[in-house]
């Protein structure tokens, strides 16, 4: 049939059928980046470092630590510290249910490299409201939340979620 339509429309279909597959080629090279500033290339290489840290007792003390605050974590936060060396910084931060309970934050620097990675487990006392104008209890834990969280919320970054396994998902920006 190409050969009836002859050489023009030939031209025009091949120019067609290649800029269909840029996109495509592009997505593929992780080239597209989404609204949290990540490539494909960058959630593949964290999902990676996070699936690395499920074979150490990591998981274990995640359940752990969700089994004291008695709430899944307030945030989990995924963030490219070098896309070249593939580290990522993760933050879990936890409000505990009884507001008379501390705060309790987990940190992560991971990577391709296990012998690189660091871990920081902290705790702030709890923040009870006081005085005429105090702050709502959800105004206290984010303040909480951000002053520990250091680079967590800034891009390149996603959320991620602690399954009940204690495993680590990054999950999809919008």
């Keep these: ?13 091949r120019a067609l059928v290649t800029l269909a597959a840029a996109p495509v080629f592009l997505v593929a090279c992780g080239a597209s980046v989404d609204s949290g500033g990540m490539t494909a290339g960058d959630r593949r290489a964290a999902q990676l470092a996070m699936n690395a840290i499920q074979r150490s ?4 003390q995640l359940v752990g630590l969700t089994t004291v605050a008695g709430r899944a974590p307030a945030a989990c936060r995924v963030h490219v510290i070098s896309r070249k060396a593939q580290r ?3 933050y879990v931060f936890w409000v505990p249910y009884d507001a008379a309970r501390p705060y309790t934050w987990f940190s992560m620097t991971i990577g391709q490299d296990p012998e690189q990675d660091t871990f920081h487990l ?7 409201p006081s005085g005429r104008h105090a702050s709502s209890r ?3 834990d984010n303040r909480v939340m951000l002053a520990h969280a250091g680079s967590a919320f800034t891009k390149p970054g996603a959320n ?5 396994n204690g495993y680590l998902r990054l999950v999809a920006n919008a």
Excluded: D, K, Y
Excluded at 122 to 128: D, S
Excluded at 160 to 164: D, E, H, I
């Design 57 to 60: 007792n990591i998981s274990i």
């Design 122 to 128: 902290g705790t702030a006392p709890a923040q009870p």
């Design 88 to 90: 990522f910084r993760v």
């Design 138 to 140: 959800a105004e206290i």
């Design 1 to 13: 049939m190409l050969r009836q339509l002859g050489w023009r429309a030939r031209r025009l279909t």
């Design 160 to 164: 991620c979620q602690v399954l009940m």
